[in-house]
């Protein structure tokens, strides 16, 4: 298991290991055989949003962005069970979101920047939220893998 952690904000340079450890708490619970490289990036709201208006023609800044390099034609039952290298995708938090909505939910930026990581981890692993079935598979993974972590 690799991961690349990039963050413009020294202060928040430690949670290389926090994601490194929620990495493989998300992979023991699905089941996960592979040996994953996932990108992550700390960013601010200016960096995001810029991703977000070029990449996804969104005009404003979001919580988290995930370039998985998996996609729908992927057989991902094919790859991510079975040994072997797979890079995954690439993830982009803004820090500044998370402080916004921390305090907006009441609760720690730790806990924020962990639930943004492994909602952006789930969704390079091929989890999404189109549909109200496919929300509550995701949201019920990402509540259990934050527990175990005790976030």
Do not use: W
């Not at 995954?88 to 907006?104: H, W």
């Not at 639930?115 to 079935?133: A, N, P, Q, R």
């Amino acid at each position: 298991m690799e991961l690349d952690f990039n963050s413009k904000f020294e202060e928040y340079g430690s949670y290389e290991e926090e994601y490194l450890s929620l990495m493989e708490i998300t992979f023991k619970t699905l089941g996960i055989k592979c040996d994953p490289i996932v990108s992550v990036s700390l960013v601010d709201n200016e960096y995001i949003h810029y991703i977000n208006r070029e990449y996804r023609h969104i005009d404003r800044p979001t919580d988290v962005i995930s370039f998985a390099f998996l996609d729908d034609g992927h057989e991902y039952d094919k790859i991510l069970f079975k040994k072997g290298l797979v890079a995954l995708g690439d993830i982009y938090i803004s820090v500044d979101k998370a402080i916004e909505q921390a305090k907006e939910y009441g609760h720690s930026i730790k806990r924020e920047l962990s639930f943004l990581f492994v909602h952006g981890l789930l969704h390079l692993c091929g989890y999404d939220h189109m549909s109200k079935e496919d929300e509550e598979v995701m949201f019920a993974l990402q509540d259990k893998i934050l527990e175990e972590k005790g976030v």
